[in-house]
């Protein structure tokens, strides 16, 4: 699949002999760039299509490994909303992800514009040393804070998951808004100040409302990763009072031991992701856009 | 100070007029940029402190919270326990043979982006779906289609593996889960470094009569290195923390053990705080060396982000 999809550049003038003329009167999609680009879309696909299908297959269908459910049946999706665990771990999510990308958000935005405009000694080791909690592995935060949250009393609870996951959501909300930031033009806030605003006024009044878009970006990608997050939800949670979807999923059996669990597994998951498919096709320049911030240029 | 008149002229007099209002610029910015650091020591810091104390010393199974200082006892008997050093060379297996096909799988998927053609928007919606989708979930997918009754694979290979008990099938589906779910990723790193690169360029190259090739081997890749080298460091700094593919694909079992879930393993399943500790700790040491050369790479970067 690598070689084959690296392959355009060396083929783009392949066909080009004989149709030499109209290079430039607009792009003409040659066959074998099709194949390529239906081979894309069935590798991104197709895993999600089959675990929808595996979702509503119930009974001897789901052991016959038919490529369809001949007998579609809602029987998965209607346990999964029935089942207690699942929805308390929607709201459970649901907490602990807002909390997290409005406290990233707020603190990290003071920071990220301080970054960006003001004239002060140490940004770069400032920058640095947000940059490199982003790359420090969970597990080292996660150990310490399984003995600490039992000692402190917050073990299984929202405000022990929001805490560590303000170890990647400040960073990461930092980094992207710093180069959101800096691309507002100065001449609004500098407009700002000469009619007298303070510096912190030209912020909260100029500068936030510009920076909309971005603290858009930032606040959807900090969610995502909440959303996401694994290791500190099954380490730092005992049981349904504070498990995350995640979590929940991961210790998720069957109603009944005879009951193969995947079926109901794969309804919990289809219903986990459909609502973040829509939100990434939705916002999907602010989310590519945040994502290349700052990787490629400063 | 300055008057109406001059401040049209340049920065100068606003300057002046910044200083004398409000905080000043650096008392400002020390205000603005307190609270976030404050809030990193606290949950990043010190729990990284407190993990190095704890790797310092034993503790009592029998009596809780009695302990001891143990010194760098625990370090050995993780560096010369086979599980850990098994568990060590899974994650570089896997880091390796993950980055390097998500590498050349998410090259691929950026020139096609990069290609003008029409619906090419399709396809940048369309791999947004495997990177939107939670890694728990990419998980509970791939188990849905390797996993014998269900799945489609062994039908399909004709085969009879047990994909995910039996080595090395099971790391062979976890990696091929983390490339299906972060490929997406690279490519879209890569895309946009594809961008920044002058059309003129390539005109001009092809003005000079440069082959599709040579304009692909000479261009692109030497431009593009910068891009692919921040998607590389970025997702072997991911890869080597891989926790939730192996944990949810096959509980950590069939040569699927890593880093992270036999230290997880360690301290929250079996409660050995000083041993979990210290391989929490390693993770972490071994992860900075790598996060050192990162930073060295990427320095220019930030270094531009930090400038006026």
Redesign the interface.
Known sequence: MGATAAAPPQTVDAPAPRKRRAPDAGPKTPFWLWCVVALIVLFCLFPFYWMVSISLKTGVELNNGTPYPHHPSLKNYDSIFHNGDFTRALLNSAVVSVVTTVLALTVGSFCAYALARLRFKGKFVILGLVLSITTFPAIAIAAPLFRLWSNIGIYNTWIGLIIPYLTFALPLSIYILVSFFKEIPKDLEEAALVDGATHFEAFRKVVVPLAAPGLATAGILTFIGAWNEFLFAITLTSSRTARTVPAAIAFFTGSTQFEQPLGTISAASVVISVPLILLVLFFQKRIVAGLTAGAVKG | MADATA?QTT?TP?QQ??RS???S??R??????A???A??A???AY??G??IW?SLHEYSVRVAGLSRWAGLRNYSTALSDSEWWAAFFHTMIFTVCSVS?EF??G???A??MH?????QG?????????????????A??????F?S????VN?LLGTNTVWLGDEPYALIVVILADV?KTA??MA??LL??LQ?IPSEIYEAAKVDGA???Q??ARI?MPLLL??IL??LI?RT?DA??I??LP??LTNGKAGTST??TI??ET??SNRI?GL??AM??L??II??IV?FI??RT???????????
Request: glycine content about 8%; cysteine-free; overall charge positive.
């Open positions: 401040v920065g606003t007029r910044r209002k409000g905080l610029e650096r400002l910015a020390f205000f603005m940029v609270p976030s650091m809030l990193i606290l949950v990043a729990p990284i407190y993990g704890l096909l050349a799988i090259l691929g998927m020139l096609v290609a003008a053609f029409r619906g399709i396809i940048r919606t369309v791999v947004l779906v495997p990177w939107a989708m939670l890694t728990v979930v990419t509970v997918m791939w188990r849905t289609m996993e009754p269900l799945g489609f039908n299906w997406p990723f879209l790193l946009a470094g920044v082959t599709a090739w304009r692909f692109t910068p891009a921040v998607a970025f700094l080597l923390r926790f939730d944990f949810v880093l992270s230290a997880q301290f929250a705080y979990g500790s929490a700790v993770t972490f992860v900075m996060s990162y930073i990427v320095g220019g970067n930030i270094r531009g982000l930090a400038e006026e």
